[in-house]
């Protein structure tokens, strides 16, 4: 089983240069729209598309979850993306010197 931590880093300043950089937009629709810690996660990024369980590995530990991922058609997120779910849509960029 493989366990991932996350990593957020807060910024010093925003890049001169911020428009130039190359980036990814990500599209995250989490359910069930109604939970404070939704366990499902459909995302569209880079024209591929996928639906993500997290699964509470320990109930002593909520940091600790199991992610199953299954690949989706652009049909299928479309489709699913018509229940209730909270939307963030983000872009990471790349690293820059």
């Known amino acids: 089983m493989i366990i991932e931590q996350e990593k957020?880093?807060?910024?010093?300043?925003?890049?001169?240069d911020l428009a130039a950089q190359s980036y990814s937009e990500?599209?995250?629709?989490?359910?069930?729209a109604s939970s404070d810690h939704p366990h499902m996660?459909?995302?569209a990024k880079n024209g591929?598309?996928?639906l993500t369980k997290k699964v509470l590995?320990?109930?002593?530990?909520?940091s600790r979850l199991q992610e199953y991922n299954t690949p989706l058609t652009?049909?299928?997120?479309?489709y699913f993306s018509m229940l209730p779910h909270k939307r963030i849509?983000?872009?990471?960029?790349?690293?820059?010197?």
Do not use: Q, S, V
């Open 8 to 16: 957020t880093y807060l910024l010093k300043a925003i890049p001169h």
């Open 26 to 32: 990500i599209i995250d629709l989490y359910m069930p």
């Open 41 to 43: 996660r459909l995302r």
């Open 48 to 50: 591929k598309y996928e």
């Open 57 to 62: 590995i320990d109930a002593a530990d909520l």
């Open 74 to 78: 652009k049909d299928e997120f479309e």
């Open 89 to 97: 849509a983000k872009r990471r960029y790349r690293d820059w010197e």
